[in-house]
């Protein structure tokens, strides 16, 4: 967690020093998503079920998943937005105790 407080904090100081020359600055920040990141630990049965057991929505992400978002923050559409960090983890950070 300690890492993206960190990129939350760089976020919003380059917006701050960037909006004036029309730059907007945002970041996606991703949950557990089926990757290969650690070695595709979430293919193991054990581990996938114990991550989909902190997700809202009871599953682990998709990459597909990301794409509207990223569409989103790439198009006219988020002309408005800058200086945020999008959590996009299926509500597992609202689990954390």
């Given amino acids: 967690m300690p890492a993206k407080a ?16 029309g730059i907007l600055i945002n970041c996606i920040s991703p949950g557990p998503f ?28 998709d990459t597909e998943d990301i794409k509207g978002l990223a569409l989103y923050l790439a198009s006219p559409c988020s002309s408005y937005v800058t200086g945020s960090q999008i959590v996009i983890d299926g509500g597992a950070m609202h689990r954390i105790k």
């Fill in 6 to 21: 960190g990129v939350d904090h760089f976020v919003r100081q380059m917006a701050m020093e960037l909006g004036a020359f």
């Fill in 34 to 61: 089926m990757t290969n990141i650690a070695g595709g630990r979430l293919k193991i049965p054990a581990d996938r079920k114990a991550f989909e057991a902190q997700s809202l929505i009871g599953r682990i992400g």
